[in-house]
């Protein structure tokens, strides 16, 4: 499942750090919390490793 914007992108790479540990729990804030403690570490790859080039900066609802 690939990210749907930049913002959901970066949080996915930043609750990746902190599942592997590069980055401390504690600095996450918002949904890559969210994230961190509901998603697979596979799950997360997924969404973080998406091309950031065509993708908008914030998902409009």
Same mark, same amino acid.
């Given at each position: %499942?690939?990210?749907?914007?930049?913002?959901?992108? %970066?949080?996915?790479?930043?609750? +990746?750090?902190?599942? &592997?540990?590069? &980055? =401390?729990?504690? =600095?996450?804030?918002?949904?890559? *919390?969210? %994230?961190? #403690?509901?998603? =697979?570490?596979?799950? +997360? *790859? #997924?969404?973080?490793?998406?091309? &950031?080039? #065509? +993708?908008? /900066?914030?998902? /409009? &609802?």
């Amino acid at each position: %499942m690939p990210a749907k914007s930049k913002k959901q992108q %970066m949080a996915a790479g930043a609750a +990746l750090a902190a599942k &592997r540990g590069k &980055r =401390s729990k504690s =600095s996450l804030k918002g949904p890559s *919390r969210q %994230m961190a #403690k509901s998603m =697979s570490p596979g799950e +997360l *790859r #997924k969404l973080a490793k998406t091309k &950031r080039k #065509k +993708l908008p /900066r914030k998902k /409009r &609802r």
